[in-house]
């Protein structure tokens, strides 16, 4: 059995540059899993040049994606489906796991909207035995009558299985963020504990919290020969009790590594104490999502921090020589005012790296059913977060004018010319 696992991606306005550029980690993950089993596969990713090696000719297609991948896609499938007439195409993810309607159609054989691996080994188990009896829960199947509904399922516990990182060898090159090279993912928990209503995360698994494995994400890291490591789950430590067990771990381990993770706000400001701690246990980045430095935005977002603490958190971290990435979420009612403010806000604290993004209700979430009837754009691709999809209060050239204006200030900062400076060797 050969299987094609593919990470299809849909280019930006910022993919002229790619200021990120990292290894799908979820395929590595089942590329781990097919090497138990003992079952032939490739990782495809053509942003890093890894086209479907000549000369095969695949059993299965596995093929994950952003939201906004998700009618390449289904393109994607079709073409292996004509090229490849007998072949299988899964299509999974996590933006499948909550819209799995979105992908029942004539290309796609299996819509996988678990996250359970143990679930991805029983199908694929089904498929290489030839045993067309639909699985009960975790994947919907095409079937000669119809689609057969999988139901929902939860795991309580994460899968005991590292990803593969022969992808990341052979990749670290060209895998960055921003000025940091040769980074690896690291992935724990599963979800997130807070309750954001823009937030998709929160609603994975269905909306159970696994919380992060310290020893283990530390041994795996320990494990791979990266510059930097970036904990791609969504918030570090949201107790301190988390972050002193992680610095125990560390110091017991004496492990030395260079970490960039997310934290919130209120955390950096409540433990304060901790951060020198955190900073020599590795901690050299935090991205924290402060979305608005206005209380009442924050209210509107059910995000329970205060906006008055953010100009503490940003000293705090500056002071104990931790980088900040800061990310803002601008909503399309934003007037000239309303620009203007967030201008302030970041030039006043001297943030150098951050990102900006439109509100957009994703698919799928509860905020993206209450605002149907007023989107004024569908299709998935326009959902990056750089493109409006509601009807903005400014007109739309004046609002992009502002947006991408906040933007300016970015090419001052060290670390973007450091990148772009690497980016002309």
């Not at 819209?99 to 290489?128: C, M, P, Q, W, Y």
């Not at 020589?321 to 403010?341: C, H, Q, R, W």
């Amino acid at each position: 059995m050969i299987v094609f696992l593919e990470k299809v991606r849909v280019k930006t306005i910022f993919s002229i540059f790619d200021p990120v550029r990292v290894e799908p980690l979820e395929l590595c993950y089942l590329k781990a899993l097919l090497n138990d089993m003992d079952i032939e596969s490739y990782i495809v990713d053509r942003m890093f040049g890894f086209t479907p090696p000549k000369g095969l000719v695949p059993d299965l297609v596995v093929l994950t994606g952003y939201n906004t991948a998700e009618n390449e896609i289904i393109r994607i499938a079709g073409a292996y489906k004509k090229k490849y007439p007998h072949v299988k195409v899964i299509a999974g993810g996590v933006h499948v796991q909550e819209n799995a309607e979105s992908f029942r159609v004539e290309a796609i054989d299996f819509v996988f909207h678990s996250g359970s691996l143990k679930t991805f080994k029983t199908l694929l188990e089904k498929i290489k035995h030839n045993d067309r009896i639909p699985l009960k829960h975790g994947v919907d199947s095409r079937c000669e009558d119809g689609w057969h509904l999988g139901a929902r399922e939860s795991i309580y516990v994460n899968d005991d299985i590292r990803p593969d990182r022969n992808f990341f060898y052979a990749a670290k090159s060209k895998l960055r963020y921003l000025d940091k090279g040769n980074i690896a993912l690291v992935k724990s928990s599963v979800g997130c504990p807070y309750k954001c209503s823009f937030c998709y995360c929160r609603l994975l698994n269905e909306k159970h919290f696994i919380p992060a494995d310290y020893e283990k994400m530390i041994e795996e890291m320990e494990s791979i020969d990266a510059d930097y490591y970036w904990v791609v789950d969504d918030v570090l430590f949201s107790a301190r009790e988390e972050a002193l067990k992680f610095i125990d771990i560390i110091e017991k381990r004496k492990a030395k590594l260079n970490i960039i993770g997310y934290l919130r706000a209120d955390f950096i400001c409540r433990e304060k104490d901790l951060l020198g701690k955190l900073r020599k246990a590795g901690l050299v980045e935090v991205i924290t999502g402060f979305e608005t430095a206005e209380n009442r935005e924050l209210k509107d977002y059910k995000k329970t921090t205060d906006a008055d603490y953010y100009p503490l958190a940003i000293s705090l971290l500056k002071e104990n020589d931790i980088d900040l990435t800061a990310l803002f979420m601008v909503k399309p009612s934003y007037g000239i005012k309303e620009f203007y403010n967030l201008r302030k806000f970041i030039n006043t604290n001297k943030i150098d790296v951050y990102t900006i993004s439109i509100m957009t209700p994703l698919k799928g979430t509860g905020l993206y059913e209450e605002m149907e009837d007023l989107l004024i754009e569908k299709r998935p691709e326009r959902y990056d977060f750089l493109h409006l999809v509601l009807k903005p209060k400014l007109p739309k050239l004046i609002f992009y004018f502002f947006f991408y204006g906040l933007h300016l200030r970015l090419l001052r900062a060290k670390r973007v010319i450091r990148f772009l400076f690497k980016q002309n060797r």
